[in-house]
């Protein structure tokens, strides 16, 4: 058993945790944080995605102990500090970004990373980046929808699949 420390949505925790003790079992198990989801174990689904220093990162393919002294991301973290949705959590809800729900923390994750590289995404550029995000209700048309929004632009032009 090894020692991790880590900051998690701004706040210090620490837990004792076994070498091959994945992020996202850390999360999950550990601190009781259920948002980030696990869908495949073969970073495949994306449903895990975290940010960590800022990077978007599938927390099934990364050990708990890679991410020791880190600032930890999850989707507990994005409401806004008086608890209401923020921009891109908003986008999904009012253009029907989500159905099962299921993926959609990891969505939200590789969204936030997104804007924050790319403030104003063509729709190509939101498809390509979601490419490691797999959802299997919505045929993502609503999901890039909900990104562009986020991203302040016009959804009326986002062709219909």
Do not use: W
């Amino acid at each position: 058993m090894a020692q991790v420390s880590m900051t998690v949505n701004g706040k210090a925790v620490s837990g004792e945790v076994e070498g091959r003790t994945l992020l996202s079992a850390f999360l999950r198990e550990n601190l009781e944080m259920t948002g980030t989801h696990v869908g495949c174990d073969t970073s495949q689904c994306g449903a895990c995605v975290v940010h960590v220093d800022g990077s978007a990162v599938k927390s099934c393919t990364m050990l708990a102990l890679e991410a020791d002294g880190a600032d930890v991301g999850t989707i507990e973290g994005q409401a806004n500090a008086d608890g209401s949705l923020n921009v891109i959590q908003q986008a999904f809800q009012d253009h029907h970004g989500l159905q099962c729900g299921f993926c959609t923390p990891g969505m939200v994750m590789s969204a936030a990373a997104l804007l924050k590289e790319n403030p104003k995404p063509s729709e190509a550029d939101v498809r390509a980046y979601l490419e490691g995000n797999i959802c299997r209700c919505t045929g993502y048309h609503n999901i890039v929808k909900s990104i562009m929004a986020a991203s302040g632009q016009d959804v009326a032009k986002i062709a219909a699949e």
